[in-house]
């Protein structure tokens, strides 16, 4: 009786929200109602309503435009009483709907001329944000080679810095790289001249650690702990290298104590891990995409990376105001690297503070949330997805992040979601149980000739389906190819080298079974392994044929399948002809 009493509750409550949730299609603001009348009625009819509603109302229809009269689309001013009377009393029959006529807003598009060239800003949502926030109240330090106040800083706001390479306070550019980084965080915009910047309200604070040579991890640490002295929110650091520092490492701990948000560049090596001091735990290490979405040639990716912004590339860089030549002449420049992808990061990390998140932690945990997540990432060129400025202002708006939110988001889309630990999505849990069963099933019609122990079982599982769940593990500062090799396949080892979904056709058939079974045959142990591989790898390939036909140098679907399903049954028969020479 209980249970009945709580069912009815609980549907008699879902019932009364469902029936009061009006849903966002009926969230907008109007002044007028639109009137859609059909286009087979008479003329005399359509006068004849119209005259009706302007009784109704008190005002009278009047056509949309002079495009409208062939679709009979007419406008009337009024509210909601007033388009609650007109639905219930005009004929229904006589027109095709009735419904407000909302007021749609422009999203902010900045007067700056060169705007238009800036893909990287619109690619990262930024219009959107910029309806909530424009990064007031925010200081951004950007630890490089200076900056120089270029005619596109001409409403920016600066805080005085340091020059920590000739000792002074003047943190000029000589370079041009501190300021083309300075000019993606805030340049200034809305003031008819030159190019946009991300948080083009917020504060830079300037610290010069890079020559033209490079600079010293003393010099750079010694500016992390002056921007988190002077009150900086975030830092932006678009420099790395190869060394880990105990000095580094204290100066970001010192300054992620402190409340900042730190921000590094991955690195443009193309290598396997992020750079330092980008790959510390307490900074955000940013990769670089280019102008389609794609992972930039060059951008570092693995263990180590965060999250992705856009870079450029040669098809389309990033462009900001600089300083170029000796001569400090000023121009609108493109670059690329993750250089220019991080602040990117940066600047939307300036947005989210501005909204009143204080936390560095929290800040990180809605830059990842917020990423544009990518589905097939398995070597990690993303990190957590694509920057998405409009969705982490968004998020940051929405209250506070709780713990249970954050593991409901890690369930849904995350480290905790199976789909993540198994190639990235590309491979399901299901089919991949399948292909260790399958296996099995395998192993028990030969059981006449079978011994099932740990050697067999060992075979099975690598030629199926491999530690599987290993694939999407990263472990920080740890390379991934040890647990993507355990995590693959016999099948699956090719496109651990060549990070792809096609399966390699030497890999994917029967030569490596023949192969093992050639050289363990007469080994007491090994041979099992052998027979159980040819097995797993029968399995892996049948069930590949019929959910994911998919075989380099093979046209997608019937050329794959077939040849998926003869190297299936070659591994099987393969395995029946060794499982007979064991007494």
Same mark, same amino acid.
């Given at each position: 009786?209980?249970?009945?009493?709580?069912?009815?509750? *609980?549907?008699?409550?879902?019932? +009364?929200?469902?029936?009061?949730?009006?849903?966002?299609? @009926?969230?907008?603001? +109007?002044?007028?109602?639109?009137?859609?009348?059909?286009?087979?009625?008479?003329?005399?009819?359509?006068d004849k309503n119209l005259q009706f509603i302007a009784s109704k109302v008190q005002e009278i229809p009047i056509l949309n435009s002079i495009f409208s009269e062939e679709e009979r689309v007419y406008i009337v001013e009024g509210d909601k009483n007033s388009?609650?009377?007109?639905?219930?009393?005009?004929?229904?029959?006589? =027109?095709?709907?009735?419904?407000? &006529?909302? $007021?749609?807003?422009?999203?902010? =598009?900045?007067?700056?001329?060169?705007?238009?060239?800036?893909?990287n800003l619109r690619s990262i949502n930024i219009e959107q944000a910029w309806d909530e926030t424009k990064g007031e109240g925010i200081t951004v330090a950007v630890i490089d080679t200076g900056v120089t106040k270029v005619p596109d800083f001409d409403q920016?706001? %600066?805080?005085?810095?340091?020059? *920590?390479?000739?000792?002074?306070?003047? !943190?000029?550019?000589?370079?041009?790289?501190?300021?083309?980084?300075?000019?993606?965080?805030?340049?200034?915009?809305?003031? @008819?001249?030159?190019? !946009?910047?991300?948080?083009?309200?917020?504060?830079?604070?300037?610290?010069?650690?890079?020559?033209?040579?490079?600079?010293?991890?003393?010099?750079?640490?010694?500016?992390?702990?002056?921007?988190?002295?002077?009150?900086?929110?975030?830092?932006?650091?678009?420099?790395?290298?190869?060394?880990?520092?105990?000095?580094?490492?204290?100066? $970001?701990?010192?300054?992620?104590?402190?409340?900042?948000?730190?921000?590094?560049? !991955?690195?443009?090596?193309?290598?396997?891990?992020?750079? %330092?001091? !980008?790959?510390?735990?307490?900074?955000?290490?940013?990769?670089?995409?280019?102008?389609?979405?794609?992972?930039?040639?060059?951008?570092?990716?693995?263990?180590?990376?965060?999250?992705?912004?856009?870079?450029?590339?040669?098809?389309?860089? $990033?462009?900001?105001?600089?300083?170029?030549?000796? &001569?400090?002449?000023?121009? %609108?420049?493109? *670059?690329?690297?993750?250089?220019?992808?991080?602040?990117?990061?940066?600047?939307?990390?300036?947005?989210?503070?501005?909204?009143?998140?204080? @936390?560095?932690?929290?800040?990180?945990?809605?830059?990842?949330?917020?990423?544009?997540? $990518?589905?097939?990432?398995?070597?990690?060129?993303?990190?957590?997805?694509?920057?998405?400025?409009?969705?982490?202002?968004?998020?940051?708006?929405?209250?506070?992040?709780?713990?249970?939110?954050?593991?409901?988001?890690?369930?849904?889309?995350?480290?905790?979601?199976?789909?993540?630990?198994?190639?990235?999505?590309?491979?399901?849990?299901?089919?991949?149980?399948?292909?260790?069963?399958?296996?099995?099933?395998?192993?028990? %019609?030969?059981?006449?000739?079978?011994?099932?122990?740990?050697?067999?079982?060992?075979?099975?599982?690598?030629?199926?389906?491999?530690?599987?769940?290993?694939?999407?593990?990263?472990?920080?500062?740890?390379?991934?190819?040890?647990?993507?090799?355990?995590?693959?396949?016999? /099948?699956?080892?090719?496109?651990?080298?060549?990070?792809?979904?096609?399966?390699?056709? *030497?890999?994917?058939?029967?030569?490596? /079974?023949?192969?093992?079974?050639?050289l363990f045959l007469s080994h007491p142990q090994l041979k099992y392994v052998a027979i159980g591989c040819s097995l797993g790898v029968a399995s892996f390939l049948t069930i590949t044929a019929f959910i994911n036909p998919l075989v380099w140098g093979f046209?997608?679907?019937?050329?794959?399948?077939?040849?998926?399903?003869?190297?299936?049954?070659?591994? +099987?028969?393969?395995?029946?002809?060794?499982?007979?020479?064991?007494?």
């Amino acid at each position: 009786m209980k249970k009945l009493l709580l069912l009815g509750i *609980f549907i008699i409550g879902l019932g +009364f929200a469902l029936f009061n949730f009006k849903g966002l299609a @009926n969230q907008g603001e +109007f002044e007028s109602i639109i009137i859609n009348f059909r286009q087979d009625i008479s003329i005399t009819a359509l006068d004849k309503n119209l005259q009706f509603i302007a009784s109704k109302v008190q005002e009278i229809p009047i056509l949309n435009s002079i495009f409208s009269e062939e679709e009979r689309v007419y406008i009337v001013e009024g509210d909601k009483n007033s388009l609650k009377k007109l639905r219930k009393s005009v004929l229904k029959k006589e =027109v095709e709907y009735i419904e407000p &006529n909302y $007021i749609y807003h422009s999203l902010e =598009v900045p007067n700056d001329p060169a705007y238009t060239q800036q893909w990287n800003l619109r690619s990262i949502n930024i219009e959107q944000a910029w309806d909530e926030t424009k990064g007031e109240g925010i200081t951004v330090a950007v630890i490089d080679t200076g900056v120089t106040k270029v005619p596109d800083f001409d409403q920016t706001q %600066f805080v005085e810095g340091y020059d *920590f390479v000739n000792n002074k306070i003047d !943190a000029q550019d000589d370079v041009g790289h501190g300021t083309h980084v300075a000019g993606t965080i805030a340049q200034s915009t809305n003031n @008819n001249y030159g190019v !946009a910047g991300i948080a083009y309200k917020a504060k830079i604070m300037p610290l010069k650690v890079l020559g033209v040579s490079g600079g010293s991890v003393a010099d750079i640490a010694e500016a992390i702990r002056f921007a988190a002295d002077n009150k900086a929110d975030v830092i932006n650091m678009s420099l790395g290298g190869g060394g880990d520092s105990q000095l580094m490492r204290d100066a $970001i701990k010192y300054a992620h104590d402190k409340g900042v948000v730190i921000i590094a560049a !991955a690195g443009n090596e193309n290598r396997n891990s992020a750079s %330092f001091p !980008a790959r510390y735990p307490e900074v955000i290490s940013v990769a670089a995409t280019d102008s389609i979405g794609e992972k930039a040639p060059y951008s570092n990716f693995g263990a180590g990376v965060d999250i992705s912004a856009p870079g450029g590339s040669q098809t389309g860089k $990033i462009i900001q105001e600089t300083i170029t030549g000796d &001569n400090q002449k000023t121009a %609108f420049i493109g *670059f690329q690297g993750t250089s220019m992808a991080s602040p990117h990061v940066a600047g939307v990390a300036a947005l989210i503070k501005s909204t009143g998140i204080e @936390n560095p932690d929290e800040v990180r945990e809605i830059l990842v949330k917020s990423a544009r997540k $990518i589905e097939k990432d398995p070597l990690n060129h993303y990190g957590a997805g694509q920057l998405d400025a409009a969705k982490s202002v968004k998020l940051a708006l929405s209250g506070q992040i709780t713990p249970r939110d954050f593991l409901r988001w890690l369930k849904n889309s995350g480290y905790l979601n199976p789909g993540f630990w198994i190639d990235g999505g590309t491979i399901t849990l299901l089919p991949k149980l399948g292909m260790v069963l399958g296996s099995y099933l395998l192993a028990w %019609f030969l059981r006449n000739y079978l011994t099932f122990n740990l050697s067999l079982a060992t075979g099975l599982v690598t030629g199926s389906s491999g530690l599987f769940f290993l694939q999407g593990l990263y472990i920080f500062d740890l390379p991934q190819w040890p647990f993507r090799l355990m995590g693959s396949s016999v /099948p699956e080892l090719g496109n651990v080298v060549m990070g792809t979904n096609s399966l390699n056709p *030497f890999f994917a058939s029967a030569l490596i /079974p023949v192969i093992l079974i050639v050289l363990f045959l007469s080994h007491p142990q090994l041979k099992y392994v052998a027979i159980g591989c040819s097995l797993g790898v029968a399995s892996f390939l049948t069930i590949t044929a019929f959910i994911n036909p998919l075989v380099w140098g093979f046209s997608v679907g019937l050329m794959s399948q077939i040849f998926l399903l003869i190297n299936g049954f070659i591994c +099987f028969y393969l395995a029946y002809l060794a499982s007979k020479t064991i007494n």
